[in-house]
């Protein structure tokens, strides 16, 4: 059973610091894609951030790139996102996820991804 657990969100202020964790079970980590995404009240699912099986290659949406940093701890089997200078506009519910196939960034299809249960990040003005 896959088991995928975020932790690390809060209420901050703008121009704080976070980092989320995501902790893997019930899978090879090492043989899957992460990912992270966010979704808003009333606004769609975003693909925040990806990395690839050994971290050699990311992507990051236009939204967060150059604040936020994705890293994965394969011995640990743990995902990161070290967030910087936050905006009210990150405040959203960040999910974890995790998808086998094609070793590649961004991830096109979230079909058949396992997903954490979200932590959320609420940035205040």
């Known amino acids: 059973q896959v088991q995928m657990v975020e932790s690390g969100g809060g209420l901050v202020q703008a121009g704080e610091s976070l980092r989320l964790s995501c902790t893997v079970s019930?899978?090879?980590?090492?043989?899957?894609?992460m990912g992270w995404f966010r979704q808003a009240p009333g606004k769609g699912r975003e693909e925040v951030s990806c990395i690839t099986w050994r971290g050699a290659t990311t992507s990051y949406s236009d939204s967060v790139k150059g604040r936020f940093t994705i890293s994965r701890d394969n011995a640990k089997n743990t995902l990161y996102l070290q967030m910087t200078d936050l905006k009210p506009e990150d405040t959203a519910m960040y999910y974890c996820?995790?998808?086998?196939?094609?070793?590649?960034?961004?991830?096109?299809?979230?079909?058949?991804?396992?997903w954490g249960q979200g932590t959320q990040v609420t940035v205040s003005s």
């Open positions: 996820s995790a998808r086998d196939g094609s070793n590649s960034c961004p991830i096109t299809s979230t079909t058949g991804n396992h």
């Open positions: 019930g899978l090879t980590f090492n043989l899957y894609v």
